[in-house]
């Protein structure tokens, strides 16, 4: 079997092809297996490196080939730096595939459980339903307007009779209150005396005056 048989596994038109779940999780593989090799030749490159240095000037040959082996590591690793830039690349794609997948068979799923719940319904009942609905709130509304208008239990009043009767009551309550204040202004008012008040006697009037006078005095004292 080829290297890419054995990477990939074979091919052929009977064989099942790998879900994307399962090639994603070999990606993932082989890159923690790519990583592993890259700290492998890091260690190797600066163990090359040490080497070389440690025989620079005591042993030439043995640096000349440390740092020749040096050189392929490093190039061992820029191989792999790129290998797993490609296969990370790939892996991004299939997840990326591997959503739209996903996406698109619920979307497909929703799509027939909504055919599903539409097919019960027929737009000619639907019509027929709203018209029913709608003529039992239009008859609620006429009910409720009906409850809601004042009952007189057959006694009917002519609105015209009644004001007619306030403004008689009212015109003999303002006729009363004329009476009553045409009654008051014909009582006579007291006759104005004709004598002179009484004077003052000049005695008591010396008396308060001297009264006044003492108090006064005392007040003085007092200061």
């Known amino acids: 079997m080829s290297l890419f048989g054995k990477l990939f596994g074979s091919g052929g038109k009977g064989g099942k092809s790998p879900s994307p779940q399962e090639a994603i999780q070999r990606l993932r593989d082989t890159e923690d297996m790519l990583t592993k090799k890259q700290e492998f030749l890091e260690k190797k490159i600066d163990q090359e490196l040490l080497t070389a240095k440690r025989n620079g000037t005591k042993n030439k040959r043995a640096a000349l080939q440390a740092l020749k082996r040096k050189k392929r590591y490093e190039k061992q690793l820029a191989q792999i730096d790129g290998t797993l830039s490609t296969i990370e690349f790939q892996r991004e794609a299939l997840e ?15 799509a027939k ?23 039992q709130q239009e008859l609620a509304q006429e009910i409720s307007d009906a409850i809601s208008k004042p009952v007189g239990f057959g006694e009917e009043f ?40 009484p004077a003052r006697p000049a005695k008591h009037q010396k008396a308060e005056e001297d009264e006044d006078d003492m108090k006064d005095l005392e007040a003085w004292a007092a200061n």
Not at 121 to 131: F, G
């Open 96 to 110: 990326n595939a591997n959503t739209n997948t996903e996406v698109i068979k619920n979307m497909g799923f929703a």
């Open 113 to 135: 459980a909504m055919k599903a719940a539409h097919d019960n319904m027929d737009i000619d009942k639907v019509d027929e339903l709203m018209q029913d609905i709608t003529e």
């Open 158 to 197: 002519d609105e015209d009779e009644l004001l007619a009767e306030l403004e008689e009551l009212e015109q003999e309550e303002l006729d009363k209150n004329l009476l009553e204040i045409g009654s008051t202004e014909n009582v006579p008012l007291p006759n104005v005396p004709s004598t002179s008040l």
